[in-house]
């Protein structure tokens, strides 16, 4: 699988996955279940790189004492927004606000789907925002986002 950052805006991203071939309704809802599951998250405010106490305590976690008071002073890191899985041909995108959520999302999601395309289904390339030449964006874009 390749792995391609283009243009990237947080606020505005489209997320673009060619496959080798078309995918069938299985691999679709397989598919869109990483991305909703991975949006759940996201607007649980699970990436929020501030608070990682348990990634920062190491290996030793026998009786790590666990402070819930800590993310309190923390910003809030809460995707905001996510458009339906668009399919098209051996192409599927799907349009993300990640809000303030920070990058490590997208390390989770790239890690979630490199072994997606090894345990399911190939994924030839992932290209992380900008736009596709291949299929271009809806000229009413507004079903996405506001414009500020």
């Known amino acids: 699988m390749n792995i391609q950052?283009?243009?990237?805006?947080?606020?505005?991203?489209?997320?673009?996955?060619?496959?080798?071939?078309?995918?069938?309704?299985?691999?679709?809802?397989?598919l869109e279940e990483?991305?909703?599951?991975?949006?759940?998250?996201g607007k649980l405010g699970g990436f929020n790189a501030e608070n990682l106490q348990v990634q920062d305590a190491g290996y030793e976690l026998s009786y790590l004492q666990?402070?819930?008071e800590a993310k309190d002073g923390n910003l809030m890191a809460l995707m905001?927004?996510?458009?339906?899985?668009e399919y098209e041909g051996c192409w599927a995108r799907c349009w993300f606000d990640l809000g303030t959520s920070d990058a490590i999302a997208l390390d989770v999601l790239l890690n979630a789907?490199?072994?997606?395309?090894t345990e399911f289904i190939e994924i030839k390339q992932l290209l992380i925002g900008?736009?596709?030449?291949?299929?271009?964006?809806?000229?009413?874009?507004d079903r996405f986002y506001q414009e500020p």
């Open 34 to 41: 990483v991305f909703d599951s991975w949006f759940f998250l």
């Open 80 to 85: 905001h927004n996510m458009g339906e899985i």
């Open 130 to 141: 900008g736009e596709n030449e291949d299929w271009p964006l809806p000229e009413h874009r």
């Open 113 to 117: 789907l490199q072994q997606f395309n």
């Open 5 to 30: 950052f283009c243009e990237f805006n947080s606020f505005d991203l489209w997320l673009w996955l060619e496959f080798e071939t078309v995918l069938s309704e299985q691999e679709k809802q397989y």
């Open 66 to 68: 666990y402070e819930v």
